[in-house]
């Protein structure tokens, strides 16, 4: 049973920068991060899979780095000029080599203005 670690996250003023970890267990042909702002659904930020094809939110872009370690199974997000909107439940997501899917526990990211 493949399960996901994440790590980071936190409370940060408006413009700084935080940085999410999560590691897998096991093999992941995909992995990504999404969050939910609370009465909202929950949105995909960035995925990247195991050939290093990245799919970034528009909201986003310009901001938001994710890479892999494939030798670790593990997935990072690098988050730059953090906005008051960014606020949110990160969620690491990982699709497996049999398309199901496992998700992290979720991690809280604040961001004040």
């Known amino acids: 049973q493949v399960q996901l670690v994440e790590s980071g996250g936190g409370l940060v003023q408006a413009g700084g920068s935080l940085r999410l970890s999560c590691a897998a267990s096991g093999s992941i042909f995909a992995m990504g991060w999404y969050r939910q702002a609370p009465g909202k659904q929950r949105d995909r930020v960035a995925v990247?899979?195991?050939?290093?094809?990245?799919n970034y939110a528009d909201s986003v872009k310009g901001r938001f780095t994710i890479s892999r370690d494939n030798a670790k199974n593990t997935v990072y997000l690098q988050m730059n000029s953090l906005k008051p909107e960014d606020t949110a439940v990160y969620y690491c997501n990982a699709v497996l080599w049999d398309s199901s899917t496992r998700w992290g526990q979720g991690t809280q990211v604040t961001v004040s203005s």
């Open positions: 990247i899979n195991s050939g290093g094809i990245i």
